[in-house]
């Protein structure tokens, strides 16, 4: 089946530290890639995506890079800030079908300054 | 860019009532859009999937007669949680995407709707 499997949080990080958040896939097909980002109380929003092999999705400092070869997605920030304590998501989208979304189960992460 | 709205934002009900839950697509045509429950810090589960013009497709285990989805026109989706109950608090989002499906268009999400029956 598709499905995606996220590193279980919460992440917790002072302000200026690294971030990665890491993300397997497991898909039939060629599927399109994002991470979505959700602050509280608030509906999901895109924050980077990847549509092929080696691709390197970007926005706001955050890169994930589309590997096929170990079916990953992983998030990185090189400097976080206080303002990015959210919850990330990690998706995958089969581009045949319905096209739904495969969400993983989200990992907290909470910045200190 | 592409914008959702979903409305209400927060909606408190007593039980037995039934809410009714609205996504638009503000500035493109959605052939699909898709509701989501959330559960407290937990991931977000597809619910149905709603087609323009044709009756809505549901996931394994959602009750069909509960949940009333209805997409009658290219930019309107509404969710109807019928006779609610304290159990069917909970946080649901709606997205779409536009017409026509490119390929690696991630979906545009709408604020979600968080509902609380007592």
């Known amino acids: 089946g598709n499905s995606v499997t996220q590193m279980e949080g919460p992440v917790t990080l002072s302000e200026e530290a690294f971030l990665t958040i890491n993300c397997t896939y497991t898909a039939t097909g060629y599927p399109s890639l994002f991470w979505y980002v959700q602050y509280p109380g608030e509906g999901l929003q895109l924050l980077l995506k990847?549509?092929?092999?080696?691709d390197k999705g970007s926005n706001k400092g955050f890169e994930a890079t589309y590997r096929k070869e170990t079916t990953s997605f992983h998030l990185e920030k090189g400097s976080v800030q206080v303002s990015d304590s959210a919850v990330y998501f990690c998706a995958l989208r089969l581009n045949t079908g319905f096209q739904k979304l495969v969400f993983g189960t989200g990992t907290r992460l909470l910045v200190s300054p | 860019g592409a914008v959702v709205s979903q409305h209400p934002s927060r909606v408190i009900c007593k039980s037995g009532t039934s809410v009714k839950i609205e996504c638009r697509s503000l500035d493109f045509q959605a052939t699909t859009m898709f509701w989501y429950r959330q559960f407290p810090k937990q991931s977000l589960m597809l619910m149905a999937t709603?087609?323009?013009?044709?009756?809505?497709?549901?996931e394994q285990g959602v009750e069909k007669d509960k949940f009333l989805i209805n997409h009658a026109s290219l930019t309107l989706s509404t969710l109807t949680v019928t006779s609610a109950h304290p159990e069917d608090s909970s946080f649901y989002i709606c997205?779409?995407?536009?017409?026509?499906?490119?390929?690696?268009?991630?979906?545009?999400f709408g604020s979600g709707t968080r509902l609380t029956v007592v």
């Open positions: 997205s779409a995407s536009p017409r026509p499906l490119t390929q690696g268009y991630g979906y545009t």
């Open positions: 990847a549509t092929k092999a080696d």
């Open positions: 709603s087609n323009e013009g044709s009756k809505a497709t549901y």
